[in-house]
């Protein structure tokens, strides 16, 4: 069945930094362009970021432009997030996706803070 | 960037209400528009793709309608399970963008 499984998560200082990752099976992870999407407490879901199905290409919200950095390795159908320069409005459950295909991951939690 | 506003922000209704929730674009974005299901604790649920299509496996109670800058999303007998939280997200061009989003409580 088609799982998408994220770690990586935890509690971590302003200004350090995190890498996630997202581990794929049960699809053909290659082919699928993959996104980041969050959730802070008591909000709504924000896309964080998305890189195409090669790799060559990769997208971000302004807010996380220049800290964060989205990457794949499609030979480990693993998908990462490296979370640098992190704040605490950064706090937030990640959800690894495909959004076209419909599949989620479970959500990994950041929290940011002192 | 395109930016997605949701009305209302908040609802209550009963059991057996029919019930629409409005998403609108900032500019036209076609048909690419999608509605999600999320729950407390509980990963987001596609309901509608491409503005009108219903997902596979959801109840045909659920219906999405529109193109351009304005869609709806329409449930057309409330039941117990529906009380959650309604997003809509566009998702042709970077960034994508999902609505603020739309909490169903129960009256």
């Known amino acids: 069945q088609v799982q998408l499984v994220e770690s990586g998560g935890g509690v971590v200082q302003p200004g350090r930094s995190l890498r996630l990752s997202c581990a794929a099976s049960?699809?053909?992870?290659?082919?699928?362009?993959l996104h980041w999407v969050r959730q802070a407490p008591g909000k709504g879901l924000e896309w964080v970021a998305a890189?195409?199905?090669?790799?060559?290409?990769?997208y971000y919200i302004d807010a996380v432009k220049g800290r964060f950095t989205i990457s794949r390795d499609n030979s480990k159908s693993t998908l990462y997030l490296e979370m640098n320069s992190l704040r605490p409005e950064d706090t937030a459950v990640y959800y690894c996706?495909?959004?076209?295909?419909?599949?989620w991951g479970q959500g990994t939690l950041v929290i940011v803070s002192s | 960037d395109i930016q997605m506003t949701q009305s209302p922000s908040a609802m209550s209704a009963s059991v057996g209400d029919r019930v629409t929730i409005t998403c609108r674009a900032s500019?036209?974005?076609?048909?690419?528009l999608a509605w999600f299901q999320h729950k407390p604790g509980k990963v987001p649920k596609r309901l509608i793709y491409?503005?009108?299509i219903l997902q596979s496996g959801v109840p045909s109670r659920f219906s999405g309608s529109g193109s351009g800058t304005e869609f709806t999303l329409t449930i057309s007998s409330l039941q117990p399970e529906d009380f959650a939280t309604y997003y809509c997200?566009?998702?042709?061009?970077?960034?994508?963008?999902f609505g603020p989003g739309t909490r169903l409580e129960i009256k």
């Open positions: 996706a495909d959004l076209i295909g419909s599949r």
């Open positions: 500019q036209g974005i076609s048909h690419y």
């Open positions: 049960g699809f053909t992870f290659s082919a699928s362009a």
């Open positions: 890189i195409s199905f090669d790799g060559s290409a990769s």
């Open positions: 997200l566009y998702y042709n061009s970077y960034p994508y963008s």
């Open positions: 491409a503005a009108s």
